[in-house]
């Protein structure tokens, strides 16, 4: 079953680091774009970042200067580097490849917490 899994959501202290691994297993090929998004507790989810398959990237102008994005074709995997967190990054996150012929696929979710 095709599926993505992401992983590194924790809970930090405002001005700490995290990173984010989301990796695809299965059967999923074709990779166009990957994404990061986010969904804070009543409110609607939003973008954090996207990666195109030329590394051309494109950010929230939220996180911009303090979140990285990055790719690994090879092990099909995306990371979001996370440096200067605040408390309004406090959200659920989730990864979302865009597949040239099986469409979007969206993981589960984890989990960041920051503390003031």
């Known amino acids: 079953q095709e599926q993505l899994v992401e992983s590194g959501g924790g809970l930090v202290q405002a001005g700490g680091s995290l990173r984010l691994s989301c990796a695809a297993s299965g059967s999923i090929f074709g990779i166009n774009a990957m994404g990061w998004y986010r969904q804070a507790p009543g409110k609607q989810r939003e973008l954090v970042a996207t990666i195109t398959t030329g590394s051309r990237t494109n950010y929230a102008d939220s996180v911009k200067g303090r979140f990285t994005i990055s790719r690994d074709d090879v092990k099909n995997t995306a990371y979001l580097q996370m440096n200067m967190l605040k408390p309004e990054d406090t959200a659920v996150y989730y990864c979302?490849?865009?597949?040239?012929?099986?469409?979007?696929?969206w993981g589960r979710g984890t989990q960041v917490a920051v503390s003031s």
């Open positions: 979302k490849f865009t597949c040239i012929f099986s469409g979007d696929y």
